[in-house]
């Protein structure tokens, strides 16, 4: 196994894209390391390997420790790492971007610095949730009681279905044994939403801090993505999950809202989503296969190569051809 500098650093080629990959994988109780380009998990069963190019998101729950060489293959193979506390109501991420262009990010940041495009985008976003009703002259007190109004009916439908009993949202912040089952279910369903759509907004190279909904928080575009499917995905998963008893049932949750993830291909769908909703008003381009291109801005919007020595200008046969490195 080679070491980590002197190993190669992977090209978007080479690495799995994030609509493609396993939504996420669950480990707890182990030690994760690294085999060749695979990362490892030893407990007492004996080792899993797991090919780190596929994952979307590794959940780390409690019990778990991991070694720098695993987390180095994560990061190039730009999967999110959430490290979950018990019960997982707790999370932290990170990764590397599966693209290396930069379009996607400053069509972000474009969108977010002008009031009236933050508006547009998230006008946007709530038209995906709600299709036959145009928001586009709605102000943003009204989209956010639409919202609300959204999630109250998905909880009592749900109820309805899956005969659990419900009676309001009730989140203990630090205590999660202090809700009924269903509000339990509902909070790990949540959390592994945030942890799916953070590595997506990771592998896309998106700013997890620039929301259109959510403000103020590091991980507001992440809370505004993964609240996209939390009615059609997170919810129903969590109700299903806690219809099957009291026992086990954040577990139970993470396992029916892998099943729906993989099925209705979410991530896929994520990918989609978040790049029309950022991309809307700009002009058609690829960014998951654009090789390294790093320019340099010059006067009048000009883009320059970078890598060369600009001290004076281009002279016969020269052409700045000298490199600053």
Sequence with gaps: MSTVGRRGTSTPHELTRVGDRISFVYLERCTVHREDNAITATDADGVTHIPSATIGTLLLGPGTRVTHQAMSVLGECGAGVVWIGEHGVRFYAGGRALTRSSHLLEAQATAWANRRSRLDVARAMYRLRFPDDDPSTRTRQ????????????????????????WRRRDYHHGDFAAGDPANQAV???????YGIAHSVV???????????????????????????????????????????????????????LRDRINTSGLLDRCVRDIKGLLLAHHPPQETDDVPDQVSLQSDGGLL???????????????????PIW
């Design 202 to 256: 990771a592998a896309l190279g998106c700013a997890a801090g620039l929301g259109f909904v959510h403000s103020g928080h590091e991980r507001s575009f992440v809370l505004d993505i993964a609240d996209l499917y939390k009615t059609d995905i997170g919810i129903p998963a969590a109700f299903d999950a806690a219809a099957q008893g009291e026992e086990d049932v954040a577990a139970r949750t993470r396992r029916a």
């Design 304 to 322: 320059v190569q970078s890598g060369r020595n600009y001290d004076c200008a281009p002279t016969e046969g020269r052409n700045w051809e000298e």
């Design 142 to 165: 009204q989209l956010l009681n639409m919202e609300g109004r959204r999630v109250k009916e998905c909880y009592r439908r749900e109820s309805t279905r899956t005969g659990v009993p």
């Design 187 to 193: 909070t790990a369903a949540a959390q592994c939403m």
